[in-house]
């Protein structure tokens, strides 16, 4: 069993910024690739971005040089670090890990960019 908490979200401006925090369990941590995922009113759930294990990143298009993904072993914490946002940026925010074929999830995250 992984449990993932997130947290960080809220309502911010245009242009402003937030940083989002996941809380994961285990032991085994630093072994796991991790990533965010979204989904916004009406749309499908889209990845982010991810980190591997080793700290590789890899994002999104439409977030690229705004957004940055980051890990803490030491605290078994994944950071999503986001500037620059925009109304398009509004989801729900999902803290997401893969243990060999097994996928686990935390309960998401409001994040909303509005004037």
């Known amino acids: 069993q992984v449990q993932l908490v997130e947290s960080g979200g809220g309502l911010v401006q245009p242009g402003g910024s937030l940083r989002l925090s996941c809380a994961a369990s285990?032991?085994?941590?630093?072994?796991?690739?991790m990533g965010w995922y979204r989904q916004a009113p009406g749309s499908k759930r889209e990845l982010v971005a991810t980190i591997t294990s080793g700290g590789s990143t890899n994002y999104v298009d439409s977030v690229k040089g705004r957004f940055a993904i980051s890990r803490d072993n030491a605290k078994n914490m994944v950071y999503l670090r986001m500037n620059s946002l925009k109304p398009e940026d509004t989801a729900v925010y999902y803290c997401?890990?893969?243990?060999?074929?097994?996928?686990?999830w935390g309960q998401g995250t409001q994040v909303t960019v509005s004037s």
């Open positions: 997401n890990c893969n243990v060999g074929s097994l996928a686990y």
């Open positions: 285990g032991s085994i941590f630093s072994f796991y690739d």
